[in-house]
C-alpha cells in the first residue's frame, strides 16, 4: 500500500525511468524539478514548448537538454493540445505541465476524452500528507468542474476511488462534504451527499464506504454534540478522500498547505494516463514528488489496461 | 490595536458592561457568563436552561420551553433591553432559525448577517478575520458587499486601521465562468473608489497567493495584500463553514466568532469553539456592540 509521498519516490526509482512529455517549462524552478526527476530516473523528458525559453531555463539550472528531445511549439493552447495529444495517441504514458496556466491542459485533456468517448469527467485529484497519518487524503475535484452537479459529482467520485485503489486500499472511505449546519437551510452539497451515500450503498463506484458525515466537526467530533480539544483531535479519524462541493471550496482548502504542515500533490487521471499539474506557485521539492506520484501511478494504470 | 484574544478580554473589560442575554444556558454558558460578570465584560441576562447557581449575581428568569426562550430573548435585544445575544444549549436549529427569522430575528432591513470568525496566528501575534462562515449559503453581489462591511466593522471596532482584505476564489484571474472571481473583482473595484472607507480589498485571490508573497510573485501577481492578509472573505456558504473547521482541525488553530449585520452581535454556540476560549467569544460581542445594542 502507498501511504506517504515518500512511498511515490521509492516506487518511482524503481518504475521509472517513464517518457514524460514536460509542457513549457520555461521557469527555473519547474526545470530543476525536471532536472531533479531525470537524476534520480523517475522520467525521461520530452520537452515542448519555445526551445529559447526552455533552454535559457535549462542553463539557469545547469541541465544540459541536448540528449532530450525537444519539440518546439508556441502558445499556450498548442503547446498543451500537442502534450496531451501525445499522451492520448499512446505516445509517452504521462504529461505534466510547467509555467503555463492549468486552465488549458483541462481544455486539451476535455476535448481529447470527447473525441476518444471515454465518457470520462476530467477531474483533479489532491493529495495530501498529513505527518503522523498512515494515510493520503485525496480532496477532489480541486481544478476543473467549478460547480458540479450529481451526475458530475458521481464522476468524480469513481475517479478518485479508482485512484485510491491504484495505491492499493480496496475499500477506501469517502467524505461528501458540505457547509450544511442545523438550521441554515437546504444546501445542494448535502442534498448530493444523500444520493452519493446511497450510489456507494448499491456499488456504483466500486468497493467504497461513503462516510456518515459531511462536515470536519462531524469527521472530527463524531457529530456536532461534542466540543474540539486542540491537543486531542485525531486526524486517524480523516477518511481517505474527501469530495468537495464545487471547485472554490476545493482550491482555497487544498492548498492550506501554504499555511499548515502538509505536503500536497496533485493529478488529474485521465483514460490514458496521468497528467501532473503543479501549481504555478509551487517549488521544485513539490513538483518532484508530483512528478513521482505520477510515474507510479502511470505505471499501475499501465498495469490496469493490460 | 488588538492582536490576541486576551487583548479582547482586556478591551471589552475596560469598556462599559453590555447586557448579554442568553436563552436556555446549560452550564458551560453560565460558567462563561458569570466569568464575563466578574471580570466586568458582560451583565447576563439568562432565560430559562440550567438552574441559576445559588448567588449568581445575575438575572434568571424563567423559561421552561426552550424555544419559547429563544423568542424571548430576541425581543429582550431588539427591544433595547440587552445588548448581545448569546446561544443556549438548546438546539442549534432553532436557534439559526429564529436568528434568521425575517419577522421576529435579529435581521435589520437593508443590512444582511454575517458570521465573523477570529483566528489567533500561530507564529506571530496577530489575528485574522474570515467571514462569512455560518449564514449565508449563496451570497450575491450585493450581500457580499455587507459581508465584508460587517467584517469591517469589527476590524475597525479591534482598532485595525486600514484592514488588508482578499476577495479569496479558486484562481486569481477575472473569470466570467467561475462567479466568484467576477463579484471578488467587483468588490476590489469598490475597495479601490473608497466604498469601504480606508481598506485596502484585493480580488479574485486564491488561497496562496493571499497566504505566500513569494507564491503571488510566481504568479506575477502584484498586490498590497498577498502574504499579509487580515481579512478573507468566502465565496460561499459551503466554503466558508468547512474552512472555518479546517482551520481548526488541520491548522490546529483557536477561534471564537460572532454574527454582525443584525439589531445586536450573536454568539453562537459551535463545536469547534473552545470552551476556554468561549469567554473571548462574549467578549468580542460586547466589543463589537454599540450604543443602543447595535453593531455599528
Redesign the interface.
Known amino acids: 500500500m502507498i501511504r506517504c509521498l515518500g512511498d511515490f519516490e521509492r516506487l518511482a526509482r524503481e518504475k521509472g525511468p517513464k517518457r514524460m512529455a514536460v509542457l513549457a517549462p520555461e521557469?527555473e524552478?519547474f526545470m530543476l524539478a525536471v532536472k531533479r526527476s531525470w537524476e534520480l530516473g523517475y522520467i525521461e523528458p520530452v520537452l515542448v514548448g519555445d526551445g529559447e525559453r526552455i533552454v535559457r531555463a535549462a542553463a539557469k539550472v545547469g541541465f544540459d537538454t541536448s540528449p532530450f528531445t525537444l519539440i518546439a511549439a508556441e502558445g499556450h493552447q498548442a503547446i498543451s493540445d500537442l502534450g496531451i495529444g501525445m499522451l492520448f495517441d499512446g505516445e509517452l504514458p504521462i504529461a505534466g505541465k510547467g509555467q503555463i496556466?492549468t486552465?488549458y491542459i483541462y481544455r486539451s485533456i476535455i476535448r481529447r476524452e470527447a473525441k476518444a468517448a471515454s465518457g470520462m469527467t476530467v477531474s483533479v485529484v489532491t493529495f495530501w500528507e498529513?505527518p503522523g497519518l498512515d494515510h493520503l487524503v485525496v480532496m477532489t475535484d480541486t481544478g476543473v468542474n467549478?460547480n458540479p452537479d450529481l451526475k458530475a459529482k458521481r464522476e468524480i467520485v469513481r475517479n478518485a476511488v479508482f485512484v485510491y485503489h491504484l495505491l492499493g486500499f480496496p475499500r477506501p472511505k469517502v467524505a461528501v462534504?458540505?457547509?450544511?449546519?442545523?438550521?441554515?437551510?437546504p444546501?445542494a452539497?448535502y442534498d448530493d451527499y444523500l444520493a452519493l451515500r446511497e450510489a456507494a450503498q448499491a456499488g456504483e463506484f466500486g468497493d467504497c464506504e461513503v462516510v456518515e458525515a459531511t462536515?470536519?466537526?462531524e469527521?472530527?467530533?463524531g457529530g456536532?454534540?461534542?466540543?474540539?480539544?486542540?491537543e486531542e483531535?485525531d486526524d486517524g479519524r480523516l477518511p481517505h478522500i474527501l469530495l468537495?462541493?464545487?471547485?472554490?471550496?476545493?482550491?482555497?482548502?487544498c492548498?492550506?498547505d501554504?499555511?499548515?504542515d502538509?505536503n500536497r500533490s496533485s493529478l488529474v487521471a485521465t483514460s490514458r494516463g496521468p497528467v501532473c499539474i503543479p501549481?504555478?506557485?509551487d517549488f521544485s521539492d513539490s513538483i518532484v514528488q508530483q512528478i513521482a506520484m505520477c510515474v507510479v501511478l502511470a505505471d499501475r494504470m499501465g498495469k490496469e489496461g493490460e | 490595536m488588538i492582536r490576541s484574544f486576551d487583548g479582547i478580554i482586556a478591551a471589552a473589560a475596560q469598556a462599559p458592561p453590555r447586557t448579554v442575554v442568553c436563552p436556555d444556558p446549560g452550564p458551560g454558558e453560565l460558567a462563561v457568563l458569570a466569568e464575563a460578570a466578574r471580570r466586568g465584560i458582560a451583565r447576563p441576562w439568562c432565560i430559562g436552561g440550567a438552574a441559576a447557581p445559588p448567588g449568581a449575581p445575575f438575572r434568571f428568569d424563567p423559561e421552561e420551553d426552550p424555544r419559547a426562550a429563544v423568542r424571548r430573548a430576541l425581543e429582550a435585544v431588539k427591544g433595547g433591553g440587552a445588548d448581545v445575544l448569546m446561544e443556549g444549549r438548546g438546539p442549534g436549529e432553532a436557534f439559526l432559525e429564529a436568528l434568521g427569522d425575517p419577522r421576529e430575528g435579529l435581521g435589520v432591513k437593508g443590512s444582511v448577517m454575517s458570521h465573523v470568525s477570529v483566528y489567533p496566528l500561530l507564529k506571530t501575534e496577530r489575528l485574522i478575520l474570515v467571514t462569512d462562515t455560518y449564514i449565508n449559503n449563496r451570497p450575491d453581489l450585493a450581500r457580499k458587499q455587507q459581508i465584508l462591511a460587517n467584517a469591517l466593522s469589527l476590524a475597525r471596532r479591534l482598532g485595525w486601521e486600514v484592514p488588508k482584505v482578499a476577495v479569496l476564489a479558486a484562481i486569481e484571474q477575472v473569470n466570467p465562468g467561475i462567479p466568484s472571481t467576477v463579484d471578488a473583482a467587483v468588490l476590489s473595484k469598490m475597495g479601490e473608489r473608497g466604498q469601504f472607507g480606508r481598506a485596502v480589498v484585493e480580488g479574485p485571490i486564491d488561497i496562496d497567493c493571499a497566504l505566500s508573497a513569494t507564491a503571488a510573485q510566481r504568479k506575477g501577481l502584484k498586490s498590497a495584500v498577498t502574504g499579509d492578509v487580515d481579512i478573507y472573505v468566502v465565496p460561499d456558504g459551503d466554503t466558508g463553514c468547512l474552512l472555518a473547521e479546517a482551520l481548526v482541525f488541520f491548522g490546529r488553530m483557536e477561534t471564537i466568532g460572532c454574527v454582525l449585520g443584525g439589531v445586536a452581535p450573536a454568539v453562537l454556540n459551535l463545536p469547534y469553539v473552545e470552551e476556554k476560549n468561549r469567554l473571548a467569544a462574549v467578549a468580542l460581542a460586547c466589543l463589537a456592540a454599540g450604543k443602543g445594542g447595535g453593531n455599528g
Open positions: 521557469d524552478e496556466p486552465s498529513i467549478i462534504l458540505s457547509g450544511r449546519r442545523p438550521g441554515g437551510g444546501m452539497s462536515s470536519f466537526t469527521i472530527f467530533l456536532r454534540g461534542g466540543r474540539v480539544v486542540k483531535i468537495v462541493p464545487c471547485l472554490d471550496t476545493g482550491n482555497i482548502i492548498k492550506l501554504f499555511f499548515l502538509v501549481a504555478r506557485s
